[in-house]
């Protein structure tokens, strides 16, 4: 970020979490009261201030106390004139109040460095039309914390033309894929999509990142031991995965996922059934054939 020099010290938020973003919303009460011309002597008034990075009720509060068309002009001013990063994002939290399908673009383009724009831009996006295919455009350019944010309002809001890529893409591999990955498979309907004969080498390489995901999801996120159809979607994947020569990626998946169910935080609700048993069975006879017992040895000595 070209202010980075300027952003080294973190702010820290002493007290109530409630507070966060009163003193930000007084400011933005007062650049609201003037005319819109005095809107850039408040352009560098925000820095030094903790600055929420999601949407906040007190500046929320602060853009309803006006004309929705003077929120919005102010957002945008602030969007697209800043050179700090704390106007930006105040003017990103204005327009998550308003709705104006001309900004999209630019709301999106911000929201690219998802890093620090990312959270506040799909919640913009949420509030114009398209909102669907906006918040997937973000979802699949952005990592951390923004891409969580994209893929849970997808899932919250109806998934619509996102599913194919909700169940081939979403799961980029970071560890906070944990967070979302079970609201995928539940709004997406995995269990569907997977138990197809036909399904594609995409959708069974994704699905076992889903599910892999979903057994680091205890405590933050929907655990594979509390997915209702776990069993029947673990046994379509594992029957599915072992079609064609085996992968590295495949392996590590189902080695996850056989540790988790023979783990005693696994054998747990839906995963404590007899019906388990079988699925222990069926993923510790796939990992003993020869062709997966070579997989981690050749991939060790490859170099990569």
Not at 228 to 251: C, D, I, K, M, Q
Not at 263 to 290: C, D, F, K, M
């Amino acid at each position: 970020m070209p202010d980075a020099a300027d952003h080294r010290r973190r702010i820290k938020l002493d007290g109530d979490p409630r507070l966060d973003g009163i003193q930000v919303a007084e400011i933005v009460d007062a650049a609201l009261a003037g005319p819109a011309d005095v809107l850039s002597g408040y352009l560098h008034r925000f820095h030094g201030l903790r600055v929420p990075s999601l949407p906040n009720d007190h500046i929320a509060a602060a853009a309803k106390r006006v004309p929705a068309g003077r929120a919005h002009d102010a957002g945008m001013f602030f969007a697209t004139n800043a050179s700090d990063r704390c106007a930006v994002k105040v003017g990103l939290a204005l327009l998550a109040t308003v709705s104006d399908p001309g900004d999209t673009e630019t709301i999106k383009t911000l929201g690219l460095l998802s890093n620090q724009f990312g959270s506040l831009a799909s919640a913009a996006v949420q509030k114009r039309p398209d909102s669907i295919e906006s918040l997937r455009w973000l979802a699949e350019r952005s990592s951390g914390w923004a891409r969580v944010d994209a893929v849970e309002r997808l899932c919250r809001i109806g998934v619509g033309n996102s599913r194919d890529w909700l169940l081939r893409e979403s799961c980029n591999g970071e560890y906070l894929n944990s967070y979302f990955a079970g609201k995928v498979a539940t709004a997406a309907y995995l269990d569907e999509a997977i138990a197809a004969r036909d399904a594609d080498d995409p959708l069974i390489d994704h699905t076992g990142r889903l599910l892999a995901a979903m057994t680091r999801a205890d405590g933050h996120g929907l655990s594979l031991r509390d997915f209702p159809p776990a069993l029947r979607v673990v046994t379509a994947f594992a029957n599915h995965a072992t079609r064609g020569a085996a992968s590295f990626e495949r392996y590590t998946s189902l080695t996850q996922i056989s540790n988790y169910v023979n783990s005693p935080a696994g054998r747990q609700n839906y995963l404590a059934t007899p019906s388990a048993e079988s699925v222990t069975r069926l993923l510790a006879s796939i990992l003993n054939e020869p062709k997966w017992l070579d997989v981690e040895p050749n991939a060790a000595g490859s170099g990569d």
